[in-house]
Nanobody, 111 residues
């Protein structure tokens, strides 16, 4: 009933930037949590950033100061701005809005 569409991933050079977006549609009621996760090859999925209607938080020390989360509640959309990308940021990025998960976006950071 809730569909999430992610966009903005791809191949980027070290030091480059990407902005991921995730838009929700369907049966949505009073969305609070909008979050981003990522899973690198051979590693477990980790929470990258989370948001409520009034707060934003980034979690791993490795992304603090480089990543930021924002949202447009009117559009039911959450964004992840990623700056100064590093090879260790290579992963599949998943948004989570409410109880729903996106399909995953591949982000590859290379020289």
């Amino acid at each position: 009933q809730v569909q999430l569409v992610e966009s903005g991933g791809g191949l980027v050079q070290i030091g480059g930037s990407l902005r991921l977006s995730c838009a929700a549609s369907g049966s949505i009621f009073s969305i609070n949590a909008m979050d981003w996760y990522r899973q690198a090859p051979g590693k477990q999925r980790e929470l990258v950033a989370s948001s409520t209607r009034y707060t934003t938080t980034t979690y791993p020390d490795s992304v603090k100061g480089r990543f930021s989360i924002s949202r447009d509640n009117a559009k039911n959309t959450v964004y992840l701005q990623m700056n100064n990308l590093k090879p260790e940021d290579t992963a599949v990025y998943y948004c989570k809005i409410g109880r729903s998960w996106g399909q995953g976006l591949q982000v590859i950071v290379s020289s």
